[in-house]
Nanobody, 123 residues
């Protein structure tokens, strides 16, 4: 089983940048696609971005396309989410998760979630 720990969140002004990290434990991490999700107060958790197990394929929600970049370093068992041109509507708790299928991450419902990392963008 893969254990995930998110970090890197914080308070930033609109237009600023942050880089989130998703650190994983487990020997099979490198065989999974990894996705980032977010949940703002009063809303459902939503898909943000995902990267294939080799890192060669990525997928983004339309709301973050062109502003966020997902990448992974399997040697470090870590996936990153570089967020730029941040907007107040990006404010949320950000989570990561794994799946054998990158395509499934847009719609699959997951039972297990880590503690997430809070991102707050001020206007």
């Amino acid at each position: 089983q893969v254990q995930l720990v998110e970090s890197g969140g914080g308070l930033v002004q609109a237009g600023g940048s942050l880089r989130l990290s998703c650190a994983a434990s487990g020997r099979t991490f490198g065989t999974y696609a990894v996705g980032w999700f977010r949940q703002a107060p009063g809303t459902e958790r939503e898909f943000v971005a995902a990267v294939s197990w080799r890192g060669g394929t990525t997928s983004y929600a339309d709301s973050v396309k062109g502003r966020f970049t997902i990448s992974r370093d399997n040697a470090q068992n870590t996936v990153y989410l570089q967020m730029s041109s941040l907007k107040p509507e990006d404010t949320a708790v950000y989570y990561c998760n794994v799946d054998p299928s990158l395509q499934a991450m847009r719609s699959r419902k997951y039972t297990y979630w880590g503690q997430g990392t809070q991102v707050t963008v001020s206007s």
